[in-house]
C-alpha cells in the first residue's frame, strides 16, 4: 500500500490543490486505446449509413442528420477519442452544417438554466472546500463510517437516500455531497490524476445513488408528474404519492443496496490496497487532524449559512408560492446564494477561486443541443414509433412479455435521451396506447415503466449529475456505462420480479 | 427575411346564411407537387345539401385553374371574387347526405416555389398551407395531405395550426411516404368559425453530395495513419 506521509495530508484535503477545471492527464488501458484507435472509422462508418440512407417515412431530413450526427458523437463520447468537450463541439457544428438544427438554438443551448445551475453549483462547492466546511464534514464521516471501503460507501448510499425526498433537485443534491466525495476519494487514495478502484466505485455509486433514489419519491422529478399526469388523464387511472412510494421506494433501497454489495465486488472491483485510507496513521490521523481542525471557525458558520439558506429555498420549494407569491427554482435559489458567495466583503469567494470546470459546460451544452434537437427535429419519436413498430405485438402476447420489453425500453432508452421529460413524453404514451391496444391495464405498463424514468444512470450525459461527477476525472465513460448498464439490468430483474410478487400485491400488475 | 411563399390555400365555407345553404362536414384536400412548381389538387368531401345548393369555397391561388374535373352531384364549378378574395362557388345538381362523397380536381401550373431556385440556405424550399374555416357549422374533420415531388425531402416542420403541444405525445401532422414520395399530413377536428388550420414547412432535395462521403473517408483513413501509435506503440505520429 503506498501510504502517503503526514506531511502530505494536508495536500490531500486541500481540494484547491485539485482543481476540477484542470483536466487531468490519464494514461488508458490498452482495450481503452485501442476503442479510441477504430472509433473515428467506426462512427464515421454509423455517421454515413444514417446520413447517406434515403430518407425514411416518418422522419424529416432535419432528423435524419441530427439522429447521425448524435450517434457519431455518442461513439466518440464512448471511446474518448477525442475530448469529451471537443466531441461536444463537433456535434453542435455538425447540426447546423448538416441542417439539422438552426444555428441560434444550437448556441443557445449554453444558456439552458441547467447550465446555470452548473456554474452556481461549482461556486457553492467552491465555497464548501474554500470554507473547509467539506473537508470538515468529509472527516467526520471517514472518522465514523470510513475505517474500510464498504461501509464507507453505505454512508454514502443513506446519506443520497436521507437527501432525496428533502431536495427533489438531483444537481443540488450532487453540488452539496461532490465536494465531501472528492475528499474521501483522495484520502483512499484516489485522485484525479491517479483515480483508483475505490474513487470510481464512490463515485459511480453516488451518481446511482442520487438518480435512483429520486424514482422513489413521485415529487422526484417533473418528469415523474407528467409519467402520472399521462397515466390519469389517458389511462384513467389516479396515482398519490403514497401508491407511487410504497410501490417503487422499497425496491430503490433494495436496488441501491444490491448495487453496494456487488459494485465493488463484481463491477469494478474493489482493490484491497484501496479498501483502506491511504494515510499513514490510518484512521488515528484522520482523527488528529479532525481535532487540529478544531472548533468550527466562523468562516465556516458563514459558509454554512449561505449554503444553508440555499438548501432551505430548495428543501422547501413546495411552500414558496405561499411564502412568497411564486416559486423560486432550484436554478434560481442557487443563484441567489451564487450572488452572497462571490459578494465583496459580505461573501466569502473570490471570482478567481470559484472552480468552474468549463470544459463540463462546453460538453453539457452539446449534450443538450444533441438530444434538445432529436426531440424538437421527431428523430427521438420517431426511433421509438420504429421499435415499437418492429417489435409488431400481436394480440395473443402475453402481459409479461410485453411488459418485461416495455421496462426494458424504458430503461435503456435513457441511454439515447438526454432529458428525461421528453422521454417520458414520448414513451409513456406509446405504452398506455400499446396497452389498451392490446387489451392490457394501462396503469400495469406505465407506471411501472415510470419508476424507471429517473434511473438514467449509463452515460455521462444521462442527466445533471452524470455530467458534474464525471468532471471530477475519477471514472472514464466506459466504466460510466459498465457500471450503469449492469445497475439498470439489475434494476430490470427487480422490476420484472417485482411485477409477479410486489406489484400484484399492490393490485398494479394482474 | 424568410420568403414565405403560399403555395395552396383554401378557404372552405358552407353556403352564405342567406342561400339555400348546405353544410359541409369532412373535407380532405391531397396536394400532389412537381418539381416544376406545379401542382395537382384533388378534394373530396362530405356536405348535407340539396339540389341547386350552392357551397362555396374561397380559393387563395393567384391563378385560376383551366378546367375543375367534379364528381356528378356536382352541377358546376366557377371561379368568383369577393371581397377580393378569390373563391370556388360549387351548385349542387342533386341532394347529397353526409354518407355521399363529393369530389373535384384541377391542376395549377406555377403553385409552389420549387419550380424555381431555392432560395433559402441548403437548398431549402419555404412551403406553407393556410385554411380559414369561415363557415358558421364546425367542420367535423379536416384534413390536408401534401406530396412532394420524387427526390425531395421535408427537411424541417416550422409550425402547425392546431400546434405540436408541448406536454403530449401526439402531433397533428404526421410524416409519411406514398408511392414512394414524402408526404405530410396535417389533421383537425371540430374546426370552429374562425379557426385556422396550418402548416409551414421547409422541403429540399433528399440527394446528397457523393463528395461528402469522399471526405469522410479521407478523415477516418488519415486518423488512422495519424494517430495508429495509439496502439503501436513502436510506429510514432506522422
Known amino acids: 500500500m503506498a501510504a502517503v506521509t503526514t506531511e502530505s495530508l494536508d495536500d490531500i484535503l486541500d481540494l484547491e490543490k485539485h482543481k476540477l477545471s484542470v483536466i487531468p492527464q490519464k494514461q488508458a488501458t490498452p482495450v481503452e486505446q485501442w476503442l479510441k484507435y477504430v472509433s473515428v472509422p467506426v462512427g464515421f462508418l454509423i455517421f454515413g449509413l444514417l446520413y447517406f440512407m434515403p430518407t425514411p417515412a416518418g422522419l424529416t431530413a432535419a432528423g435524419q442528420a441530427v439522429l447521425a450526427s448524435f450517434a457519431l458523437a455518442l461513439v466518440l463520447w464512448i471511446s474518448e477519442a477525442i475530448p469529451t468537450h471537443v466531441t461536444s463541439l463537433v456535434l453542435m457544428v455538425f447540426l447546423v452544417f448538416l441542417n439539422g438544427w438552426d444555428m441560434s438554438s444550437v448556441l443557445g443551448s449554453l444558456g439552458y438554466d441547467v447550465i446555470w445551475l452548473n456554474v452556481m453549483a461549482f461556486v457553492l462547492s467552491s465555497l464548501l472546500v474554500k470554507t473547509q466546511l467539506a473537508k470538515r464534514i468529509a472527516l467526520n464521516l471517514i472518522v465514523r463510517f470510513g475505517h474500510r471501503g464498504m461501509p464507507m460507501l453505505l454512508a454514502f448510499v443513506i446519506l443520497q437516500l436521507s437527501l432525496a425526498p428533502l431536495i427533489p433537485a438531483t444537481a443540488a443534491r450532487t ?75 422499497p425496491l430503490v433501497i433494495v436496488l441501491l443496496l444490491v448495487t453496494w454489495y456487488l459494485g465493488p465486488k463484481l ?27 478544531g472548533h468550527i471557525t466562523a468562516l465556516e458558520k458563514k459558509g454554512a449559512l449561505i449554503f444553508g439558506a440555499v438548501v432551505l429555498l430548495w428543501v422547501t420549494d413546495r411552500f414558496h408560492r405561499s411564502l412568497f407569491g411564486f416559486e423560486i427554482d432550484p436554478v434560481m435559489a442557487a443563484l441567489v ?22 470544459h463540463l459546460m462546453l460538453f453539457s451544452a452539446g449534450a443538450y443541443a444533441g438530444g434538445l434537437a432529436l426531440n424538437d427535429t421527431g428523430a427521438a419519436q420517431w426511433v421509438i414509433s420504429q421499435i415499437f413498430t418492429r417489435l409488431n405485438f400481436s394480440h395473443d402476447i402475453s402481459f409479461w412479455q410485453v411488459y418485461v420489453i416495455v421496462i426494458a425500453l424504458m430503461l435503456y432508452s435513457h441511454l439515447v435521451f438526454t432529458s428525461k421529460t421528453m422521454r417520458t413524453i414520448i414513451l409513456i404514451p406509446f405504452i398506455i396506447s400499446l396497452a389498451r391496444e392490446l387489451g392490457f391495464s394501462p396503469v400495469a405498463l406505465a407506471l411501472p415503466a415510470a419508476f424507471t424514468i429517473d434511473w438514467v444512470i449509463g452515460l455521462p450525459i444521462s442527466a445533471k449529475p452524470n455530467v458534474i461527477l464525471f468532471t471530477t476525472g475519477q471514472y472514464s465513460v466506459l466504466e460510466n456505462i459498465r457500471y450503469g448498464v449492469i445497475v439498470a439490468t439489475i434494476g430490470l430483474g427487480l422490476l420484472i420480479i417485482a411485477g409477479f410478487t410486489w406489484f400484484r400485491v399492490l393490485g398494479i400488475t394482474p | 427575411m424568410r420568403v414565405k411563399l ?37 378534394v373530396q368531401f362530405n356536405a348535407s345539401a340539396a339540389a341547386g345548393d ?80 369561415t363557415s358558421a357549422a364546425p367542420l367535423e374533420r379536416f384534413t390536408v395531405e401534401i406530396i412532394l415531388p420524387e427526390h425531395f425531402v421535408i427537411n424541417t416542420i416550422l409550425s402547425s395550426t392546431p400546434a405540436r403541444p408541448a406536454n403530449a405525445g401526439t402531433s397533428p401532422y404526421q410524416l409519411g411516404m406514398i408511392a414512394g414520395r414524402h408526404r405530410v399530413t396535417l389533421t383537425d377536428s371540430t374546426v370552429l368559425q374562425g379557426e385556422v388550420v396550418a402548416l409551414a414547412f421547409q422541403a429540399k432535395s433528399g440527394r446528397k453530395s457523393p463528395l461528402f462521403i469522399a471526405v469522410l473517408v479521407l478523415i477516418a483513413g488519415a486518423y488512422l495513419i495519424l494517430f495508429r501509435d495509439l496502439v503501436f506503440p513502436g510506429r510514432s505520429k506522422a
Request: aromatic fraction near 8%.
Open chain 1, 175 to 249: 453540488v452539496i455531497t461532490l465536494p465531501i466525495m472528492l475528499i474521501v476519494a483522495a484520502i483512499y487514495g484516489s485522485t484525479s490524476e491517479k483515480p483508483n478502484s475505490f474513487g470510481k466505485n464512490l463515485l459511480l455509486q453516488n451518481l446511482i445513488g442520487i438518480n435512483v433514489a429520486s424514482s422513489g419519491f413521485l415529487t422526484g422529478s417533473t418528469a415523474n408528474i407528467i409519467a402520472i399526469a399521462f397515466i390519469y388523464n389517458l389511462g384513467g387511472t389516479k396515482v398519490y404519492y403514497s401508491d407511487w412510494m410504497f410501490a417503487n421506494l
Open chain 1, 267 to 293: 463491477i469494478l472491483r474493489l482493490k484491497p490496497e484501496c479498501a483502506t485510507p491511504h494515510i499513514a496513521g490510518g484512521i488515528d490521523a484522520l482523527k488528529r487532524q479532525l481535532d487540529k481542525m
Open chain 1, 337 to 358: 446564494g451564487g450572488i452572497i458567495a462571490l459578494l465583496p466583503r459580505i461573501g466569502i469567494l473570490k471570482w478567481n477561486e470559484a472552480d468552474i470546470p468549463w
Open chain 2, 6 to 42: 403560399l403555395i395552396l390555400g383554401l378557404l372552405l365555407a358552407a353556403a352564405p346564411a342567406a342561400s339555400a345553404a348546405g353544410r359541409l362536414l369532412r373535407v380532405t384536400e391531397t396536394h400532389s407537387l412537381a418539381a416544376d412548381g406545379s401542382a395537382q389538387v384533388n
Open chain 2, 54 to 133: 350552392t357551397l362555396i369555397l374561397p380559393y387563395a391561388f393567384t391563378t385560376w385553374p383551366d378546367t375543375i374535373i367534379h364528381s356528378g352531384q356536382i352541377g358546376s364549378a366557377t371561379e368568383r371574387l369577393s371581397h377580393g378574395r378569390r373563391q370556388l362557388m360549387l351548385t349542387l345538381a342533386e341532394s347529397v347526405t353526409v354518407q355521399d362523397t363529393l369530389r373535384y380536381a384541377f391542376a395549377l401550373q406555377q403553385a409552389t416555389p420549387l419550380g424555381g431556385p431555392a432560395r433559402l440556405d441548403f437548398g431549402n424550399y419555404d412551403l406553407s398551407y393556410r385554411m380559414v374555416h
